[in-house]
């Protein structure tokens, strides 16, 4: 018997020839995709004013400096303003999402066929519309002011809180709340003492984590007339005080990294 | 010989924190917050209550919702956020991905690290609205200016969970990678990416429905898209048009929302 020898050493390779194609084929479709959506951009765009930009953007720049601290007066009401929709805003949040997740979670949903679609629609379309679209609508229902901004916060955390909370109530275990009920609790006293003690650390979290978010968040609403910082921010930008504009900025990071340094410290403790 | 009676003793829930103290001074400085909040909170109840019927003729307004007699300004709000979904998310993560390498501690030298970090922040400290002013005020109005903060904004997002995901890697297999005497290129595509790829697949996906939600918002500073045709109904107080456009935003976030999380379990 004569065996026929390698006489080639073989090329390793990383994948297999089909996975490798179609992996190929994947990028191809992806940069197709692509470069015709940014040619559809470019149609639309000036390409002038872009080229234009650098130059545009120094300019700015030198005008944005020095920031006019003596300004700043005028800022700490929106700046507490601003806080107050966020944490309110949370607040409400929390208190509508909770009945909600607890209807959107498999275990404890009341029924399966009807409450928990409407619970996992609740969350989904409160979710997918944006704060600021939110505002925008409350604004012209309410009346520009705060409360527009507390109500649209509210609404738009409600789906965010609630999904990762119908998760945790989801992912909890399961034969601690038997042994609850084993003893002959209630219904109520089987959530209460069987489920909350269970979520109440993830709970703690998701609402700090929103409220970090929803700091961020409702610097901008004042843009559309919802209250804030964001009001005086819009001002200042139409009527060109460059050096204004660059304060409300460095304070808007100032309250984005305090709200984000609390929350990480509080979630911190938590976990 | 005499039993000691035993009192009966009492079950009680031990409380979420431990500490009386700090129970007892949380409690008080929420509720000092929240009458601190609310009595300076200015809301003019009666605006709000003369808003009312007005909020209803809203909520009227999306049964049924007017699709039809604004539908051309629709699609072509809705084709713009699209086109600017797609070529942002691509080109914030190919961005994003230099910028994350950098930003992970246990691959980059001290002051790349830094410096993209600084990167990082600054482009997730800002709202994607605050940057599409500025972007509208430097490449002019359209989705162009909308295109470069979903950009940027993705770079924040993506390079700081690549840099974290790198940073939490497998040390050994990107040693055993260098040991090899492979490049540094080497190293980093064949030590580092596979063992991060499958989440940031997962991510990107992720990021692509972010950027869509956001699409819809900077248009209503000027930077194309949907929010445009959204911000215009709302101005002209067209809430049936206005129902419609936000009907649909609802149905492409779902649809991208479930496509996704479908391709990602197929990744994983």
Redesign the interface.
């Known amino acids: 018997m004569t065996i026929a020898p390698i006489t080639e050493p073989k090329v390793w390779q990383?994948r297999n020839r089909k996975l490798q194609l179609a992996i190929w084929a994947a990028w191809l479709v992806?940069t197709a995709?692509?470069v015709y959506?940014?040619q559809?951009?470019?149609e639309?765009?000036?390409w002038a004013?872009?080229v234009d930009?650098p130059e545009?953007?120094a300019d700015?720049g030198a005008r944005m400096v020095p920031p006019d601290w003596k300004y700043i007066h005028m800022l700490w009401r929106p700046l507490?303003?601003t806080?107050?929709i966020a944490?309110?805003g949370t607040l409400i949040s929390i208190v509508l999402a909770v009945p909600v997740a607890y209807c959107a979670a498999r275990n404890t949903t009341p029924s399966v066929t009807i409450v928990r679609p409407i619970a996992l629609f609740i969350i989904?379309?409160t979710?997918?519309?944006?704060s600021?679209?939110w505002a925008?609508?409350l604004v012209?229902?309410?009346?520009p002011?705060?409360?527009a901004g507390?109500i649209s916060i509210g609404i738009r955390s409600v789906g965010f809180c609630a999904k990762l909370l119908y998760e945790a109530i989801e992912e909890i275990d399961e034969s601690q709340v038997e042994a609850v009920r084993a003893t002959g609790a209630s219904a109520a006293q089987t959530t209460l003492?069987g489920i909350v003690?269970q979520i109440?650390p993830a709970f703690?979290g998701i609402s700090v984590f929103r409220w970090d978010i929803n700091i961020?968040?409702s610097?901008?609403l004042g843009?559309?007339g919802a209250g804030g910082i964001g009001l005086e921010?819009n001002a200042a930008?139409t009527q060109l005080y460059w050096t204004q504009v660059s304060l409300i900025?460095l304070l808007?990071?100032g309250a984005?990294?305090l709200g984000e340094l609390v929350s990480a410290k509080i979630r911190h403790a938590i976990i | 010989m005499s039993i000691a009676v035993q009192t009966p003793r009492h079950w009680k829930k031990p409380p979420l924190i431990k500490r009386a103290w700090l129970r007892w001074t949380l409690g008080l400085g929420v509720a000092l917050y929240l009458a601190l909040a609310l009595g300076t909170t200015e809301i003019n109840w009666h605006r709000v209550w003369e808003g009312l019927p007005r909020g209803a003729q809203f909520i009227k307004a999306f049964f049924p919702p007017d699709f039809t007699s604004r539908w051309d300004e629709i699609v072509e709000g809705i084709n713009e956020s699209l086109w600017m979904t797609v070529v942002s998310t691509v080109v914030g993560i190919a961005l994003s991905i230099p910028v994350g390498i950098g930003a992970a501690k246990n691959i980059a030298p001290a002051p790349v690290y830094y410096f993209c970090r600084a990167i990082l922040s600054i482009s997730r400290s800002f709202q994607e609205v605050i940057l599409a002013i500025f972007f509208v005020k430097l490449f002019g109005f359209g989705p162009f200016a909308g295109f470069v903060t979903l950009s940027f904004a993705t770079i924040g997002f993506y390079g700081k969970l690549l840099a974290e995901d790198i940073e939490d890697m497998d040390a050994g297999q990107a040693e055993a990678v260098r040991a090899t005497g492979a490049s540094w290129l080497q190293w980093i595509n064949f030590g580092v990416q596979p063992q991060v790829m499958p989440r940031m697949i997962g991510l990107g996906l992720y990021r692509l429905d972010i950027n869509f939600r956001e699409s819809a918002v900077v248009g209503i500073v000027g930077g194309g898209g949907i929010g445009a045709t959204l911000n215009t109904a709302f101005d002209r107080y067209e809430f049936d048009s206005a129902a419609a456009i936000v009907l649909i935003i609802i149905a492409i976030v779902m649809l991208v929302e479930y496509s996704s999380s479908y391709i990602r379990r197929w990744v994983q």
């Open positions: 990383r992806a995709l692509f959506c940014f559809l951009i470019s639309k765009t000036i004013f872009v930009a545009q953007a700015l507490w303003d806080l107050n944490t309110v989904v379309s979710r997918s519309i944006n600021l679209i925008l609508m012209t229902i309410v009346g002011g705060v409360f507390i003492y003690p109440m703690a961020r968040e610097t901008v843009l559309v921010l930008i900025l808007i990071i984005v990294i």
